[in-house]
């Protein structure tokens, strides 16, 4: 889940200096001009066109370098099942070089100009886009391209990062066989684990059970179909695994409390 609890741009004078931490992740595009920021004992330099995200409860002191600033700030929570802080678990709160993710970052941009002029349906696209951007930012961080080089507040990756390593195949096979029936006992095999253990260590990483973390991701997709507006829903329905239409349209009411002929129109 994934929701911006705020986003805007403000401009600093040349001697713009602040000391802050938020309850929530923030993440910055600079504009103009450079800023430093100073994490404990380290300082990092951001230039235009860079991004900076910052994990929650993290101290920070940012000022301007040389001349004035300006950047775009997103304040946005990011969290599955009971977990709020999910990305806490991948150390990606840092400096990220536009270079990583030019694409991600034109669009975003892009969809930003219509939701400071107001478009209609422009804070959808604009969730839309930062979800995108983050997946990117996780993407990189998979294939070793990009470490953030700030720490969390406490300094720790934590237990929870190695839970979230360990189930990396369980996650993979589940994206890859969304449209079949998939039987816990069959997942829990692919990490070497006993159906009941690997069911409380599922639970502990993400906060849900594998049960809920398969059928939440059906509902997105199916929603996403639904979107596309190219297949019917008994055809969405065979594509996500489900015995029958009436199986499916009665998940999908309860999910979204509509049913999915009354979703988009």
């Known amino acids: 889940m994934l929701r911006i609890n705020a986003c805007s741009e403000i401009a600093h004078p040349q001697d713009w200096i602040e000391n802050k931490n938020h309850l929530d992740y923030d993440l910055w595009y600079i504009k103009e001009g450079k800023i430093e920021i100073h994490i404990h004992d380290k300082v990092f330099l951001a230039s235009k066109g860079d991004l900076i995200l910052f994990s929650p ?29 999910i990305l806490d678990n991948f150390q990606i709160a840092g400096v990220i070089s536009r270079t990583l993710v030019k694409e991600e970052v034109n669009m975003f941009l892009d969809t930003y100009d219509q939701y400071k002029q107001m478009s209609p349906m422009s804070g959808i696209r604009l969730k839309g886009c930062l979800t995108i951007l983050i997946a990117k930012i996780l993407e990189d961080y998979g294939l070793g391209q990009y470490r953030g080089d700030f720490t969390s507040h406490d300094g720790l990756k934590g237990k929870q990062s190695i839970k979230l390593d360990t189930l990396q195949p369980v996650f993979m096979y589940i994206q890859e066989h969304l449209h079949q029936s998939l039987r816990v006992k069959d997942l829990a095999t692919l990490v070497g684990m006993s159906e009941k253990y690997f069911i409380s260590y599922f639970k502990q990483a993400l906060g849900v059970t594998p049960g809920r973390y398969i059928y939440q991701l059906r509902m997105n997709r199916a929603r996403e179909l639904l979107y596309e507006k190219r297949y019917s829903i008994q055809q969405i329905s065979d594509m996500l695994g489900f015995p029958d239409q009436y199986s499916f349209s009665k998940a999908f009411k309860k999910y979204y409390k509509v049913p999915p002929s009354q979703f988009i129109w």
């Open 57 to 85: 409860k993290m101290t920070y002191t940012a000022k301007s370098v040389d001349s004035g600033c300006s950047f775009i700030f997103t304040h946005f929570d990011f969290g599955l099942g009971e977990h709020l802080g």
